[in-house]
């Protein structure tokens, strides 16, 4: 009977646990305070979620950039085999002027400093055919400046920009016809 009553005490005694927890306002429960608690916390975390996905997305629009300027940028498979061919023979040619100068040089310093007025002028003549393509570039890359391409940019806006033209340009820097310079690429703009 004692275990009885015992039971029947501790009975009403949770009944008035709880009763006194639901009479307390929503505020002053402890049980709904920590509820409250972490609804803010988890408020917070979505916050903060959300703001590195806006990063994320930033990231993504600037890798997307990053790819679009790399996609206008020429490859080396773009560069015709002609061009390619065009350039070794100037350079064989040059080498070959070099050497005539150079030959023309060793003759005029062996046989001293008394050399017939023909060989003189023979000489003079053939420094001169030979060198003045040469010279034509030198003043050329003297009468301008270097430009570094910007997104957006034409040969025409360029040309317009300098007060030149783009056939100036596009000649001074063997840019083939068709062709436009890629972003970050340093070029020569000469001056009209």
Do not use: W
């Not at 085999?81 to 080498?95: D, F, P, R, S």
């Amino acid at each position: 009977m004692k275990r009885k009553l015992l039971l029947v005490v501790a009975a009403l005694a949770g009944c008035g646990v709880m009763l006194v927890s639901c009479s307390q306002s929503p505020e002053q429960n402890p049980v709904i305070q920590e509820k409250f608690q972490k609804v803010a916390d988890l408020s917070e975390e979505v916050d903060q979620l959300r703001a590195k996905m806006k990063d994320i997305q930033n990231d993504i629009d600037t890798i997307h950039q990053d790819l679009m300027t790399l996609k206008q940028m020429p490859r080396a498979a773009e560069i015709s085999g002609a061009e390619v061919e065009g350039v070794k023979t100037q350079i064989t040619q040059l080498n070959g002027e070099i050497s005539a100068l150079q030959n023309e040089l060793s003759k005029l310093k062996s046989s001293g400093t008394t050399t017939s007025s023909a060989r003189k002028t023979e000489t003079t003549t053939t420094a001169a055919k030979t060198s003045t393509p040469v010279r034509e570039e030198v003043s050329v890359r003297q009468a301008g400046q270097y430009y570094v391409i910007q997104s957006g940019d034409t040969l025409k806006k360029i040309a317009d920009k300098f007060s030149t033209t783009a056939d100036a340009i596009r000649k001074a820097n063997k840019i083939p016809e068709g062709k436009e310079p890629f972003t970050g690429q340093k070029i020569f703009v000469p001056s009209r």
